[in-house]
T-cell receptor, first 115, second 120 residues
């Protein structure tokens, strides 16, 4: 079974600084998707960024980027120029490449942003 | 993405009663999912709801406790039956959207705002 591990229950970053959230996963599949979702206090799950395993290039979305290391099964999220609105729970998630497969979530990292 | 709404946004219920949560999406989607997020925990999939077929439940979840309806391509309901305080959670629906990215289909789940349930 696939598992997703987030080893940092809490992280803190100074506003305008950069922070990296860690995620590792375990799978025997070669084709799969990885995601980072953000859940602010409003509890809405918001997609931050996605990565297809077949792509060697790391995904980027504005201030958010990932470091995808397929051999190491590592998928970290880097947030640059942190803003107060980035404070939230961040969940790493995995999905197999087959159509409609469920998401398997990590336990989450709570990010605090200090003004 | 898609606009997804859930009703109610929150509720406080007495044990032994049932609550039906509605999920509405602004476009037609084949696959919808229902997740539970217990206090301070991550999300756990309850079931997958495809229009026109019975819902598929994950291990530990049964239809008698969490009956699901999927009458059309834009709507689904989840009922939490015979509630106990252990059912106090956030319940989230999600939809699977597919788009063509080059020569491959790209699938992404988008979530509703969630329903916060407290059972006394």
């Amino acid at each position: 079974a696939q598992t997703v591990t987030q080893s940092q229950p809490e992280m803190s970053v100074q506003e305008a600084e950069t922070v990296t959230l860690s995620c590792t996963y375990d799978t025997s599949e070669s084709d799969y998707y990885l995601f980072w979702y953000k859940q602010p206090p409003s509890r809405q799950m918001i997609l931050v960024i996605r990565q297809e395993a077949y792509k060697q290039q790391n995904a980027t979305e504005n201030r958010f980027s990932v470091n995808f290391q397929k051999a190491a099964k590592s998928f970290s999220l880097k947030i640059s120029d942190s803003q107060l609105g980035d404070a939230a729970m961040y969940f790493c998630a995995y999905s197999m490449g087959s159509s409609g497969d469920k998401l398997t979530f990590g336990t989450g990292t709570r990010l605090a942003v200090r003004p | 993405s898609a606009v997804i709404s859930q009703k109610p946004s929150r509720d406080i219920c007495q044990r032994g009663t049932s609550l039906t949560i509605q999920c509405q999406v602004d476009s037609q989607v084949t696959m919808m999912f229902w997740y539970r997020q217990q206090p301070g925990q991550s999300l756990t999939l309850i079931a997958t709801a495809n229009q026109g077929s019975e819902a598929t439940y994950e291990s530990g979840f049964v239809i008698d406790k969490f009956p699901i309806s999927r009458p059309n391509l834009t709507f689904s309901t989840l009922t939490v039956s015979n509630m106990s305080p252990e059912d106090s959670s956030i319940y989230l629906c999600s939809v699977l959207l597919t788009r063509l990215a080059g020569v491959r289909l790209q699938e992404t789940q988008y979530f509703g705002p969630g329903t916060r349930l407290l059972v006394l």
